[in-house]
């Protein structure tokens, strides 16, 4: 589970978190492959490259790990070696782990620069005590398209319950995930989906009620926890859409 946090207090912060939620990864949940260059003896690097909608490509940066009480800087670097932007380690998500010690996830959004190139970008990260950590993100650079073609469609007034939502595949995805939010109840998240690899979502039987009113979002990723790319590479989300569902 992810909690939004400012500051090393803990203090809860404002939480336009769905949509970083939906830039879905888990930093870091699989093991470690010693050839992985992503890890150090410090935690785990990543780089995104978000195509959301209403804003520019982005790249979204993050290092999570175990010693945040340790982190004294936290430095991402171009491919060229020339720093691209830093982590604040005041501003962080904690990942809530079973049976296992609580990670910080430090993240921030780039729009894309203009002279970005492929290649790999590197992290360096600094301890309390002077030691010097970097891990490496390999980044191709392209646009993964939001899925479209969504099935109910945006505005629909449904007289039957829906057994599955779907949508359009998505050229060069791989996995899906997809989140569903309850409109008549403040907009709660009341369902997010697992990793999907078909563009179709299996409806939980009592998950949706009628005389409901839903909105979904689709959020595609190219690949999964892969040694060269990270938990993924590129990372797409669509606008919301609605649909009711008549009593």
Same mark, same amino acid.
Request: aromatic share 10%; hydrophobic share 40%.
């Given at each position: 589970?992810?909690?939004?946090?400012?500051?090393?207090?803990?203090?809860?912060?404002?939480?336009?978190?769905?949509?970083?939620?939906?830039?879905?990864?888990?930093?870091?949940?699989?093991?470690?492959?010693?050839? /992985?260059?992503? #890890?150090?003896?410090?935690?785990?690097?990543?780089?995104?490259?978000?195509?959301?909608?209403?804003?520019?490509?982005?790249?979204?940066?993050?290092?999570?790990?175990?010693?945040?009480?340790?982190?004294?800087?936290?430095?991402?670097?171009?491919?060229?070696?020339?720093?691209?932007?830093?982590? /604040?380690?005041?501003? #962080?998500?904690?990942?809530?782990?079973?049976?296992?010690?609580?990670?910080?996830?430090?993240?921030?959004?780039? /729009?894309?620069?203009?002279?970005?190139?492929?290649?790999?970008?590197?992290?360096?990260?600094?301890?309390?005590?002077?030691?010097?950590?970097?891990?490496?993100?390999?980044?191709?650079?392209?646009?993964?398209?939001?899925?479209?073609?969504?099935?109910?469609?945006?505005?629909?007034?449904?007289?039957?319950?829906?057994?599955?939502?779907?949508?359009?595949?998505?050229?060069?995805?791989?996995?899906?995930?997809?989140?569903?939010?309850?409109?008549?109840?403040?907009?709660?998240?009341?369902?997010?989906?697992?990793?999907?690899?078909? &563009?179709?979502?299996?409806?939980?039987?009592?998950?949706?009620?009628?005389?409901?009113? #839903?909105?979904?979002?689709?959020?595609?990723?190219?690949?999964?926890?892969?040694?060269?790319?990270?938990?993924?590479?590129?990372?797409?989300?669509?606008? &919301?859409?609605?649909?009711?569902?008549?009593?």
């Amino acid at each position: 589970m992810l909690t939004n946090h400012t500051g090393r207090t803990g203090t809860r912060a404002p939480t336009p978190a769905l949509l970083l939620l939906a830039c879905s990864w888990l930093p870091g949940a699989q093991a470690a492959d010693p050839a /992985d260059r992503h #890890y150090n003896e410090a935690g785990f690097f990543d780089i995104h490259v978000c195509n959301w909608p209403g804003r520019p490509l982005f790249f979204m940066p993050l290092f999570s790990t175990e010693r945040y009480n340790e982190v004294q800087s936290i430095e991402v670097l171009t491919p060229g070696g020339d720093l691209l932007l830093e982590l /604040d380690p005041e501003r #962080y998500r904690t990942i809530k782990r079973k049976n296992k010690p609580d990670k910080r996830a430090f993240i921030r959004q780039l /729009d894309v620069p203009p002279a970005a190139a492929n290649g790999w970008y590197s992290a360096r990260i600094r301890l309390d005590n002077g030691e010097e950590h970097v891990a490496r993100d390999y980044v191709i650079l392209h646009t993964l398209p939001q899925a479209g073609g969504q099935v109910p469609a945006d505005g629909a007034a449904l007289e039957r319950m829906p057994e599955k939502l779907a949508w359009d595949p998505v050229p060069g995805a791989g996995f899906y995930q997809v989140f569903i939010r309850d409109l008549w109840n403040d907009s709660e998240l009341v369902h997010t989906s697992k990793l999907l690899t078909r &563009p179709e979502l299996e409806l939980p039987p009592g998950l949706l009620q009628r005389g409901g009113y #839903y909105s979904w979002i689709i959020h595609a990723r190219d690949t999964n926890s892969h040694i060269l790319l990270g938990d993924f590479n590129h990372g797409s989300l669509n606008k &919301p859409a609605t649909f009711l569902i008549n009593e």
